[in-house]
Every structure is written in C-alpha cells, then in structure tokens.
C-alpha cells in the first residue's frame, strides 16, 4: 500500500485517497480548509479511526494557518478544533488527536502561531509515523493469535486504509502472512458502506494475500460449515471494561463466532481505549444519512418513502472477546485489569 | 398485491412480473417456451419457494403444448419436464409441483395429449389457488403468534410475491394486520439479491403497513436494543426432523433471535416438508453466479480477480425454531412428531 494520507507543507494541504471510489478508481481528494477536512471526514473520504485520528491532525494545522494571520487566532482556532472534534460521533481518536495537540499549545503558554505552526506539524507527522509503528507491533503480538493454515474473518476495514498504515486486524493479519503462516482470508463485504468488499479486498489483493469476499449473511454458514477458525477485527471505540464499539454487524459476527466456539480478537491501538467510559452503554452510536442504504452506486434499492435504519456501528460486549491486540500486548480477560496495566506500562515507557 | 404470476390459454404463455426490476419497475416476463420458464426461475424472475412451484406447473402445461403434435410426445415430455424439475437445486415445492402433474399424468395411463392439456390446466389453476388459500389459512393460524404492539422482523422476501399470493412469513403479518393488532414490520435487506429491501417493503408498503429496511448487519444491535419481538421467515424446504433451509442469512438471524429470547418462527406449507430428508445436512444448498454479489446495479464493488462467495441459503436448525406455521397449524417441538401428526391430518381431509 502506498500512503494514502499525505500532508503538503508547500500549500498546507491534506491529500486523501478517496476511499469512496475504491476499489475501481483510485483518485485523491484534496482538502485545504479545515471545513474540507470536516467534509471529508463526514462522507467518508477517509474512515476507520487511526486514520480519522491522523486527518484530523493535520486538519487542526490547516485550521490553525487559516487563522494564523488574525489578531483574534487563538479564540477563532479553538472554534474550530471543536468542530474538528465532533465531526464524528464514535470514533474516540478523532477527539484524542485534536485534544493532545490542543494539549501540547496549551503547555506552551502564549506560544505565537508562527511557532506553533512547526511544532503541530511535527507532533502531526510523528503522530502518524507512530501509528504505523503501533501497527506493526500490533501485527507481531497479534500475529500469534493465528495459526498457519487458518482461515480468518475480518469485517469492515481496520487496514492500511483506516490507519496511518498496515493496519490494525490486517497489521496482524499481515504480521501473520509475513511470518510465513499460509492463511486465507474471508472479508466480510459489511454493507452499507462496502468496507470489506470494497477496501479489505483490494488492500489484501494488492499484498497477494489470499482473500474471498462473502455477504455478510453468509457469515453464520461459513462458520457452521467450518470455513473461519479466527475472527480479527478493529474498533473505534473501547470502553474501560473491554466492550467494543465497532462497525455495525461486528457484534452480530461476535455472537456467531461464539456460538460456533471460534475465537474472536479486536485489534486496535490504546489510543481507541477510552478509560473515561466504564462500558459499552457510555458509547455513542452514528446513525448515518439514509441514502447509505436505500443507494449503492446509481441504484436504488428500496421504495420511495420506505424508512431505513443507518446505525454506523454496534457494541460487543467484552464477555465475547478473546484477546484485545494492542501495541502493549495481547490483553486478556478481565479486560477493567488487562487494560489499566497496560495503560500503566505505556505511561512507565 | 395485483396478480404477479398469470397464464394465457389464449397463446399458452406465463406473464411473470420481473422481480429483479422492483422496486423502481414493474414489468412482466413472458415466458412462451419451457426453456424460457427455466431461464426465469433461474435467473430469479420468479422466486420463493411455492411461486416456483406455481411457475413450473405453469411450465409443465408450455411444455406439454411445446411437444403435442410429435409422435414421441410423452418421451419428449418426460426430458422436459426432468429439465423443469433440476431448474434449481434447494425449493423443494419445485419438483413437488412437476412430479405431482407427472404423477396425475401417469394416473390416467394412455391418455392423448389434447385430454391432458385441460387437466393439466385445471391443475395448476387449482394448485395456485390452493396456495393462496393456504397461505390465507397459515396466515389466521400464525397471527396469534404476533402479540398487538410487536415489531416484527422479517428476512428475504417470503410474501405475495413469493407465493401465488398473500405470502407465507408477510401472510402472517398481513393476517395480524387486518386482525387490528398494530405492529411494525422490520424488512433485513438481504444480500446479495436484495428480496427484502426490494421486494418485501415494496410489498408492504402497498399495503399500507408500517416498514423499515435494515441492513442485514443491524440485525444483532437492533435485538440488542429491544427493538424487535418476533422474528417471522419462510422456507425453501424443510426437513422431517424442522431443520429448515432459506435465504443465506436466515440461519445467523435465528442464532442472534435465540441470543435476544426472541421468538423465531417458520412460516411454510407442507409443500416444503420434503419427509424423505431427516435432517437439514440433506438439504442441497444451491451456489449462484458471483456477479450478484461483485455487481449491485452497474456498480462493480469487489476489485477484479477477488473471488466471492455466493451460497443462496442455509439450513437453520430445529433447535432454533420456536414453531413451524403451516396450514394445519402452528407445528411445535418436537418437530419429527409434531410434522409427522401434520401430514396424517391432511391426508385425512
């Protein structure tokens, strides 16, 4: 994969794969106001929520050079900081990247804009390089956790293209395969947005790493018919109890897999951990525009005037997951204590 | 509903309304030939279980005026017919419905070509009302399983449109309906052919009762949510011992139904028992093209040279079934009696 975020000092623009037209037309979007990184976010250009994180970054440096020039910059910043942060609901790296460089002008005092300009891009770019690195040693706890021969469901996208790189569930599932384990995978097209036939597949695809991509309803009979031996997933949200928000369906595919005794991971960094949430219940779910349904390309699909349901994501209960992959480790059940230690090892670092 | 399924004496066709156009087109196919009938229920025209069985009685009369005039007439008869009756692999009311005008055919020994046109007629006219009569009578039986207030949630379309009329899992619904009881119906859109989004809530919204369409994927959160009482489907066929096969998906939604103590019903005449089947391993499971799961309109949404699967149902099983409503009641655990007792009751009438 190549780098499908990427920051252009030159002009301060965001240049984004548009992950709308994928996987027939591979074409960038351009931002170069924060209301364009807004945008982006909102329909989608960019998702998954290390790369929302990352996006967001760099659009508070956007912000900030739009407002640099003006007496008022500081008031006028925070403004749109706050947008950038509620652009989306669930994913909790959209807020954490936006507050830790709010966080980092804050313990500048009355740093002038011209100083800060430099000091975000860096931490925005180190930001990113670090995510990819989180990945990677994502990928190599994680890589464990499947064995060579398996076959592995993964649903939505939690890969390249949802992080800064290599991905969180495909980090692992890529650590695996270069490992030398002969596994196959089976993307789950996970509809409405198309993520895994859409994204998954051709990410996998363009490694060489075999994978099929089945409806979401087939899941249950591929798992009674012995077909999935391990289910890896991201998460745009984690609670302090381990519950885990994630595309909708994630948790459909977790009581299945339970039911058919097959182990289920998430993969995702600490940062998706939101210790300020006891549970799932404390998570907010997005519900999306109902054309995501009723439309796929030019076709419509429903009546007109036929109501849909467009929540984007849903919550596994921590009691179905196996193992939550992080940088810090594989963290095992009782997750309130696995995930508290390994904040604590990370702080000692 | 209007007639979607009607036959010509005048020139001996088969008007078919072209499922695979709804919502947005309503269109007739007209089959003249016997081949065009195969082509039509295979290329999904025509679908559901007992319209299929209507269609190729339908198709067994074009046959027969296909090969009336030829000396070899009942030679040439018996390979159409064979050709009719594989035309798709898993409904069983599809051979049922040939092998039962072969069977009146055999009956009557020598009988000429022109005599068994008319019988054959009068047949299938009978055959087609029957159908809606028994979904008329699995419709009163099945509507004191829905409680006033319910939300109820159906998969694919098992409706008029999957019937000769009324529907089998919507004739339950629609019969709960005109009772007074107000419920909701939620319509799981149904990858990859679409029924319910397409189909089902194109029939119901006709009828003026409330519909949603959900993707398939919210199922579990919308169980989670309390927001559905009672699952309603039909079947393709049905083995002696319950275990029943439909659309893909069905059988994850029975499993995340049990997980919720939701109700789970099959709603099916005994035209889908196949008794010579025990158990749902019998049960052949028809694989389809992969453009209907690569393609939705024109729009390609898997890259190139991805494979996909495309099973077209699973086999739900006995355990997960909360009652089996057929037109000789609600047939309830354990089903290898309770099913036996039914067609003991039938064949005394």
Same mark, same amino acid.
């Given at each position: 994969m190549h780098n499908h975020i990427y920051f252009t000092t030159k002009d301060h623009s965001l240049h984004l794969l548009d992950q709308r037209l994928l996987p027939t037309r591979e074409e960038f979007f351009v931002c170069r106001t924060s209301e364009e990184i807004i945008t982006a976010l909102q329909v989608m250009v960019v998702r998954g929520a290390p790369a929302i994180g990352v996006t967001a970054a760099w659009g508070c440096i956007i912000a900030l050079h739009e407002v640099m020039q003006q007496p008022q910059w500081a008031v006028l910043l925070h403004e749109k900081l706050d947008r950038l942060a509620h652009a989306r609901p669930t994913a909790v790296n959209l807020r954490w990247a936006v507050e830790h460089l709010r966080g980092l002008w804050a313990g500048r005092g009355d740093i002038p804009p011209a100083e800060l300009l430099p000091l975000w891009e860096y931490e925005a770019a180190a930001m990113q390089a670090d995510d990819i690195k989180a990945c990677q040693t994502m990928g190599q706890y994680g890589a464990a956790c499947i064995q060579d021969g398996d076959t592995v469901m993964t649903h939505c996208n939690a890969g390249a293209l949802a992080t800064a790189g290599y991905g969180t569930a495909l980090g692992v599932i890529r650590a695996a395969w270069e490992a030398g384990k002969k596994i196959k995978v089976i993307a789950n097209e996970t509809r409405p947005f198309l993520q895994g036939a859409r994204l998954t597949a051709y990410e996998l695809a363009q490694d060489g790493i075999p994978v099929s991509v089945a409806c979401d309803n087939a899941c249950a009979l591929l798992m009674q018919r012995g077909m999935v031996q391990c289910v890896v997933v991201g998460a745009d949200r984690i609670a302090a109890n381990g519950d885990s928000a994630n595309k909708i369906g994630t948790y459909g595919v977790a009581l299945l897999a339970h039911e058919h005794h097959i182990p289920f991971y998430i993969a995702a960094p600490l940062s998706t951990i939101d210790l300020t949430i006891m549970s799932g219940a404390g998570i907010p779910i997005e519900e999306r +525009? &109902? $054309?995501?349904?009723?439309? %796929?390309?030019? *076709? $419509? !699909?429903?009546?007109? =005037?036929?109501?849909? /349901? =467009? /929540?984007? /994501?849903?919550? *596994? +209960? &921590? @009691?179905? %997951? &196996?193992? !939550? !992959? *992080?940088?810090?480790?594989?963290? @095992?059940? +009782?997750? *309130?204590?696995? %995930? #508290? #230690? &390994? /904040?604590e090892r990370q702080a000692k670092k």
């Amino acid at each position: 994969m190549h780098n499908h975020i990427y920051f252009t000092t030159k002009d301060h623009s965001l240049h984004l794969l548009d992950q709308r037209l994928l996987p027939t037309r591979e074409e960038f979007f351009v931002c170069r106001t924060s209301e364009e990184i807004i945008t982006a976010l909102q329909v989608m250009v960019v998702r998954g929520a290390p790369a929302i994180g990352v996006t967001a970054a760099w659009g508070c440096i956007i912000a900030l050079h739009e407002v640099m020039q003006q007496p008022q910059w500081a008031v006028l910043l925070h403004e749109k900081l706050d947008r950038l942060a509620h652009a989306r609901p669930t994913a909790v790296n959209l807020r954490w990247a936006v507050e830790h460089l709010r966080g980092l002008w804050a313990g500048r005092g009355d740093i002038p804009p011209a100083e800060l300009l430099p000091l975000w891009e860096y931490e925005a770019a180190a930001m990113q390089a670090d995510d990819i690195k989180a990945c990677q040693t994502m990928g190599q706890y994680g890589a464990a956790c499947i064995q060579d021969g398996d076959t592995v469901m993964t649903h939505c996208n939690a890969g390249a293209l949802a992080t800064a790189g290599y991905g969180t569930a495909l980090g692992v599932i890529r650590a695996a395969w270069e490992a030398g384990k002969k596994i196959k995978v089976i993307a789950n097209e996970t509809r409405p947005f198309l993520q895994g036939a859409r994204l998954t597949a051709y990410e996998l695809a363009q490694d060489g790493i075999p994978v099929s991509v089945a409806c979401d309803n087939a899941c249950a009979l591929l798992m009674q018919r012995g077909m999935v031996q391990c289910v890896v997933v991201g998460a745009d949200r984690i609670a302090a109890n381990g519950d885990s928000a994630n595309k909708i369906g994630t948790y459909g595919v977790a009581l299945l897999a339970h039911e058919h005794h097959i182990p289920f991971y998430i993969a995702a960094p600490l940062s998706t951990i939101d210790l300020t949430i006891m549970s799932g219940a404390g998570i907010p779910i997005e519900e999306r +525009p &109902a $054309q995501e349904v009723s439309h %796929i390309g030019g *076709t $419509q !699909i429903t009546p007109d =005037n036929v109501p849909v /349901f =467009n /929540f984007a /994501f849903d919550v *596994t +209960p &921590a @009691r179905l %997951i &196996a193992g !939550i !992959i *992080t940088e810090e480790g594989v963290l @095992r059940p +009782p997750y *309130t204590e696995s %995930i #508290a #230690a &390994a /904040f604590e090892r990370q702080a000692k670092k």
